[in-house]
Nanobody, 130 residues
Framework: QLQLAETGGGLVQPGGSLRLSCSAS????????IAWFRQVPGKEREGVAC????????HYVDSVKGRFTISRDNARNTAFLQMPNLKPEDTAEYFC???????????????????????WGKGTLVTVSS
């Protein structure tokens, strides 16, 4: 069973950068697309970015398009979310997730759908504040 774990969160000033990592175990990561979600207390979990299993297709929510970059290194069983020019509104718990096992598990689930994800990491906190 695929297990995911996020690292790389922290406290950063506005305009700063962070790179989140999502490490996989229990299965080969290239069989799955990977999505990053984020959640602020009291709000629904929001899809941020997704990358297909091959890495050939990426998708972003409008609020981060042109700013965040999702990537993956299947040889290292790891996906990344590069976040430059961070804003206070990017403050959230960030989660990586993979779709439920099935014939389309290597494709991004669009629109982002929390219920379609079958594997989740425990999250990493990103705080953007001066």
């Amino acid at each position: 069973q695929l297990q995911l774990a996020e690292t790389g969160g922290g406290l950063v000033q506005p305009g700063g950068s962070l790179r989140l990592s999502c490490s996989a175990s229990g299965s080969t990561l290239d069989a799955f697309s990977i999505a990053w979600f984020r959640q602020v207390p009291g709000k629904e979990r929001e899809g941020v970015a997704c990358i297909s299993g091959s890495g050939g297709s990426t998708h972003y929510v409008d609020s981060v398009k042109g700013r965040f970059t999702i990537s993956r290194d299947n040889a290292r069983n790891t996906a990344f979310l590069q976040m430059p020019n961070l804003k206070p509104e990017d403050t959230a718990e960030y989660f990586c997730a993979a779709p439920r096992t099935g014939p389309f598990q290597s494709l991004c689930v669009l629109p982002f759908n929390v219920d379609a994800m079958g594997s989740w990491g425990k999250g990493t906190l990103v705080t953007v504040s001066s």
